[in-house]
């Protein structure tokens, strides 16, 4: 995990978001207190959807994980096309479509990457446009929307044009 690197090796703080193996949602701070690293862990209350459970709910897969790192996490849509029953069973050989490279693209150039990928889903050829998205910290995001209907799309058209540079 690259928060907890920074943070033993430079004292760098961070906060993130975490679920237990019985799905609890957890608040993780690691802070540099006394020349130690300190992880302190909270249970988030939530009322309501929780936003990871919007997430699942969307009908393209859309993934999370930091450079270089499998999943921390994956909608039900990423497992189904990727053939997993949890964020365990996920493929190396799954993630970016067999494109490792990607994440790293994206967190050294600050800006989405898009690219166009094949998959079998449930025994039928698919046509994906990934786009991995640098988020805070050394995080990629990841969506992929099915094109297969529409042949004529092209990268740079979505995402491109709403990123800001920042």
Wanted: hydrophobic share 45%; glycine share 8%.
């Amino acid at each position: 995990m690259v928060a907890l690197e920074g943070l033993v090796n430079m004292g760098t703080s961070f906060a993130l978001s975490a679920r237990t193996p019985d799905n609890q949602l957890l608040t993780v701070r690691g802070l540099p207190v006394g020349g130690r690293a300190v992880l302190y862990f909270q249970e988030k209350l939530t009322s309501g959807l929780d936003f990871h459970e919007l997430l699942d709910a969307l009908p393209m897969p859309i993934w999370l994980h930091e450079k270089n790192m499998p999943p921390a996490w994956a909608n039900s849509a990423f497992l189904h096309t990727v053939d997993a029953e949890s964020i365990r069973d996920v493929p190396t050989s799954a993630l970016e479509w067999s494109a490792p490279e990607l994440p790293a693209t994206a967190l050294t150039d600050g800006r989405p990457v898009e690219i166009r990928r094949h998959a079998i889903v449930a025994g039928e050829r698919r046509t994906f446009a990934l786009t991995l998205l640098p988020l805070h910290g050394a995080a990629v995001g990841g969506i992929a929307l099915d094109i297969t209907a529409s042949p004529n799309w092209k990268p740079g058209s979505a995402w491109s044009s709403m990123h800001r540079p920042t």
